[in-house]
Structure formats: structure tokens, C-alpha cells
């Protein structure tokens, strides 16, 4: 079984449960961690990291020196992560792309369309429905990134890091529906990646 830690973005616990059952109901050992637990090297002990959504906003000066840990957590560790929602934004923000405040806001299941191949997408539709809850959007890359889908909503609903195992994605998949269920399946091909 592989061990993710899961980062909690979050100012209490009860918004990350949900992400921590989906991964473990696709193989994940789950251990939790705030940010305060964040330091240098933290991460590289576990087979991956998924960093949460968070209510913050990654253009207020404020919550840059609230993550600042966070980030160079990140771009510290070789290990695999996954971004979500806010989590994709801090990624994106750490290697230089630019976030944005979205004045109209989302909070919908959206259209996404997958632009690439990628092991994130195995045996799933180019077309998947997913859930955003948001804000903010990633407007431009980071260099050297490529994007791999593009929402009815974000212009880049996911990343992927050049020469690493580093994925963000600005739905957060683990609000999947039974009608919907392409976000479980999105969380369980980054977990297989980790084997």
C-alpha cells in the first residue's frame, strides 16, 4: 500500500475528510498533516503528497507568507504530488505561473476537457465532469509546464510538471457523484502512479 500525505489547507479538518476517503478508497495509506506540520524534507518520506483546497487566496500578499513553508516544501521534494483547487494554484504560483482572481466565481460540476495523454487520464473520457469550487485561477503556466485539460471555466484545469511527477488540477475530484464518478477515477490513476 502506498502512503500519501495529505496537506490541509484548510483552517479545520472537516472540508479534507472527503479527499482523504477517496484516496483511501482507491489504495492510499492516508497520513494527515497541516501546515504547520509542513517543514523541509517532510514530504520526500512519503510515496506521494496531495496538497488540499484551501478558502485562502494565493494573491493576497498575506497568504503567501502564510504558505511560504508550504511552497518551499514543494519545490524541495522529489516526491509525486497532486495540487488540488488551491493546492494547484500554490503549485503553479512556486514555479513561477501567474493566479488571478475570477470575479464571477465557480462553484459547479463543469465540463473539462482532457487535451493530452496522460497517466492521470488513463481510462478515462477526453470529456469528464468535475467539480469546481473557486475564486482564483492559474492564468498563465509555469515554463516548462504542460497543460493537460481545460475546463468550460479555468483555461487550465490541469498541469504537469516537466520532469516530475507534479500534477495540479483545479476541480477538485474528490466531490465526484455517482453519476459523475470521473474525479474518484482521476484520484485513483494518481495513486497507481505511485506503485
Same mark, same amino acid.
Given at each position: 500500500?502506498?502512503?500519501?500525505?495529505?496537506?490541509?489547507?484548510?483552517p479545520?479538518?472537516e472540508?479534507?475528510?472527503?479527499?482523504?476517503?477517496?484516496?483511501?478508497?482507491?489504495?492510499?495509506?492516508?497520513?494527515?498533516?497541516?501546515?504547520?506540520?509542513?517543514?523541509?524534507?517532510?514530504?520526500?518520506?512519503?510515496?506521494g503528497?496531495v496538497?488540499?483546497?484551501?478558502?485562502?487566496?494565493?494573491?493576497?500578499?498575506?497568504? =503567501?507568507m502564510?504558505?511560504?513553508?508550504?511552497?518551499?516544501? =514543494?519545490?524541495?521534494?522529489?516526491?509525486?504530488?497532486?495540487?488540488?483547487?488551491?493546492?494547484?494554484?500554490?503549485m503553479?504560483?512556486?514555479?513561477?505561473?501567474?493566479?488571478?482572481k475570477?470575479?464571477?466565481?465557480?462553484?459547479?460540476m463543469v465540463?473539462?476537457?482532457?487535451?493530452?495523454?496522460?497517466?492521470?487520464?488513463?481510462?478515462?473520457?477526453?470529456?469528464?465532469?468535475?467539480m469546481?469550487s473557486?475564486?482564483? =485561477?492559474?492564468?498563465?503556466?509555469?515554463?516548462?509546464?504542460?497543460?493537460?485539460?481545460?475546463?468550460?471555466?479555468?483555461?487550465?484545469?490541469?498541469?504537469?510538471?516537466?520532469?516530475?511527477?507534479?500534477?495540479?488540477?483545479?476541480?477538485?475530484?474528490?466531490?465526484?457523484?455517482k453519476?459523475?464518478?470521473?474525479?474518484?477515477?482521476?484520484?485513483?490513476?494518481?495513486?497507481?502512479?505511485?506503485r
Amino acid at each position: 500500500m502506498v502512503s500519501v500525505l495529505v496537506v490541509n489547507n484548510y483552517p479545520g479538518r472537516e472540508r479534507v475528510l472527503a479527499l482523504e476517503r477517496c484516496l483511501r478508497g482507491n489504495g492510499a495509506e492516508v497520513v494527515p498533516a497541516e501546515l504547520k506540520d509542513v517543514t523541509p524534507g517532510k514530504f520526500d518520506s512519503y510515496d506521494g503528497v496531495v496538497l488540499s483546497g484551501s478558502p485562502d487566496m494565493m494573491t493576497h500578499p498575506r497568504t =503567501v507568507m502564510k504558505f511560504r513553508p508550504e511552497v518551499e516544501a =514543494v519545490m524541495d521534494s522529489r516526491a509525486p504530488m497532486l495540487g488540488v483547487c488551491f493546492g494547484h494554484q500554490l503549485m503553479a504560483q512556486a514555479f513561477g505561473g501567474e493566479v488571478v482572481k475570477d470575479p464571477r466565481g465557480v462553484k459547479e460540476m463543469v465540463e473539462t476537457k482532457v487535451l493530452r495523454e496522460d497517466p492521470l487520464f488513463d481510462r478515462l473520457p477526453t470529456s469528464l465532469i468535475l467539480m469546481e469550487s473557486r475564486h482564483e =485561477v492559474v492564468r498563465t503556466l509555469p515554463d516548462g509546464f504542460s497543460l493537460l485539460a481545460r475546463s468550460a471555466t479555468s483555461r487550465i484545469a490541469a498541469m504537469k510538471h516537466p520532469g516530475r511527477l507534479l500534477y495540479g488540477i483545479q476541480s477538485h475530484p474528490e466531490r465526484f457523484t455517482k453519476r459523475h464518478p470521473e474525479g474518484d477515477r482521476l484520484v485513483g490513476n494518481f495513486v497507481r502512479m505511485l506503485r
